[in-house]
């Protein structure tokens, strides 16, 4: 028995999220059934994490259980040419029979991208939030840096949230600003349902000025999702990467 580790990218817009629903098409989903389809073998897949339904991924992680004798180095041309033109599978990797793409990842980044243009790009619109009023970045990114540590992100989570506590711990945060496009890069050891929407959502109005950069810290230490601003869109977000022990890297 292998543990494969994969890392894929995704066109998130036609999809339910990548986790398996009961309803929907999901990621996962057409992952198994193109393993299925190449190995003969029904497995489900381990990923780092999930993405919501509408988020798109460059860098998502997944391992899976295999029996198979086809070599790792094959698995990524081959599952490709059994994926959706929406999924691309980019390296393929043996890790040991411990590796868990969800339990063993140390670090994770997420970027969203806002095009604050007067039109949107009708080649890039389906990536990222269309916000065509004018938004104050510099106060956006001093808010942003309130969030950076280990915090209690109560305020900044779903109300739908499962996990036992909403302790996490963002390492790096900041604003990329290319012409009328702002890209927000968070990286974390870990991230809630919802949490970077909802950071984004927060800024947003704090760029638009309903909310001073300082309110930040107040709503963080509030511990309530009230206090907060908007979720923001979905198909503005990207996993980007997420990152591993050097011994598993491929």
Not at 24 to 34: L, N, Y
Not at 82 to 89: M, Q, S, T
Request: hydrophobic share 35%; with cysteine; proline share 4%.
């Amino acid at each position: 028995m292998r543990n494969i580790c994969v890392k894929v990218s995704y066109d998130g817009s036609a999809f339910n999220g990548f986790q398996t629903q009961p309803y929907g098409r999901t990621v996962q989903d057409e992952i198994e059934k193109a393993i299925k389809k190449l190995s003969g073998e029904t497995t489900i897949i381990i990923g780092s994490g999930r993405t919501d339904a509408g988020v798109h991924a460059q860098g998502q992680v997944f391992n899976f259980y295999t029996e198979s004798t086809i070599p790792t180095e094959r698995w990524a041309i081959a599952l490709n040419t059994r994926l959706p033109k929406d999924i691309v599978i980019i390296e393929a990797f043996d890790v040991p029979e411990h590796f868990h793409a969800r339990r063993s990842a140390k670090r994770k980044t997420y970027r969203y991208t806002i095009d604050t243009g007067k039109f949107p790009d009708v080649f890039g619109r389906q990536y990222r939030f269309h916000h065509p009023t004018p938004l104050n970045v510099d106060a956006m990114r001093e808010g942003l840096r309130c969030l950076v540590g280990k915090h209690d992100f109560t305020s900044f989570t779903s109300i739908h949230s499962t996990k036992p506590h909403h302790i996490r711990t963002i390492y790096e945060a900041d604003f990329v600003q290319e012409g009328p496009i702002v890209h927000m890069y968070v990286t974390g050891n870990g991230f809630l349902y919802n949490m970077v929407r909802v950071i984004m959502g927060t800024l947003l109005w704090v760029g638009e000025g309903k909310l001073a950069s300082s309110d930040i810290e107040s709503i963080l230490k509030g511990q309530n999702r009230a206090l907060a601003g908007p979720t923001a869109m979905p198909h503005g977000l990207t996993l980007m990467d997420v990152e591993y022990s050097t011994e598993i890297q491929g």
